[in-house]
């Protein structure tokens, strides 16, 4: 990747009314080998929801290019919610990856 270029790695989310969500997003660099690749960063969003609602969280980082070649990156995002302000927290989620979306900056 081009050194100036942004990711951006967006989550739609719905949500409850009356509870709070955390979504920890970890940024990668895929390597060959899935196990081996390297965390880049990672970014905690917390919303309270007063309503029932859908929103989509962005969060755009500046590209990471630490070997020669093409580069595929990911995120995983973790989740989990609590009902009114944070503090009792569910069990979690199981980690999702998605690609990330490059973004041109003309």
Known sequence: MQSGKKLNFSIRVF???????ELRQSF?????D????DLRGQHIHRR???????????????????ESGAEKV????????SRGHAGNWNGGSASE???GVLLSLA
């Not at 949500?15 to 969500?21: F, I, N």
């Open 34 to 37: 899935p196990g081996d690749s």
């Open 74 to 81: 990911f995120h995983s995002v973790q989740f989990r919610t």
């Open 97 to 99: 990856d998605r690609p």
């Open 48 to 66: 309270t929801s007063s309503g029932t609602d859908s929103v989509v969280l962005d969060r755009v980082v500046d590209a990471f290019n630490t």
């Open 28 to 32: 990668w660099e895929q390597d060959n």
């Open 15 to 21: 949500c409850e009314a009356d509870r709070t969500m």
